[in-house]
């Protein structure tokens, strides 16, 4: 995360914020460890909410996530956020 933020900073971008799922840290994520990501959005729908909330708060702009997204991913997240939502995927790498 801090190599995509750098990478977007020196871009131009002006990063509002930094959210991440993290699976296994409570008795109910320890439960969902053995459960696939949703390949509809790759969150839960608790940090769905989280995000958006936070995005309406900052006003962000656009929403990136660090691993790619598949084309459906995208439109279903940009549609769930209310703005353009992207995945970088070795942005340091292709400058």
């Given at each position: 995360m801090d190599a995509v933020a750098t990478e977007l900073t020196a871009r131009?971008?002006?990063?509002?914020?930094?959210?991440t799922q993290r699976r296994g840290v409570s008795d109910g994520g320890v439960l969902k460890m053995a459960l696939p990501y949703s390949s509809r959005t790759l969150l839960s729908s608790g940090k769905i909410r989280e995000v958006a909330a936070h995005c309406d708060e900052t006003e962000a702009d656009v929403v990136v996530f660090v691993p790619a997204l598949t084309?459906?991913?995208?439109h279903v997240l940009t549609e769930i956020f209310e703005r353009p939502t992207v995945?970088?995927?070795?942005?340091?790498?292709?400058?």
């Amino acid at each position: 995360m801090d190599a995509v933020a750098t990478e977007l900073t020196a871009r131009g971008a002006r990063i509002v914020g930094r959210i991440t799922q993290r699976r296994g840290v409570s008795d109910g994520g320890v439960l969902k460890m053995a459960l696939p990501y949703s390949s509809r959005t790759l969150l839960s729908s608790g940090k769905i909410r989280e995000v958006a909330a936070h995005c309406d708060e900052t006003e962000a702009d656009v929403v990136v996530f660090v691993p790619a997204l598949t084309d459906r991913q995208q439109h279903v997240l940009t549609e769930i956020f209310e703005r353009p939502t992207v995945g970088v995927s070795g942005i340091t790498d292709t400058g």
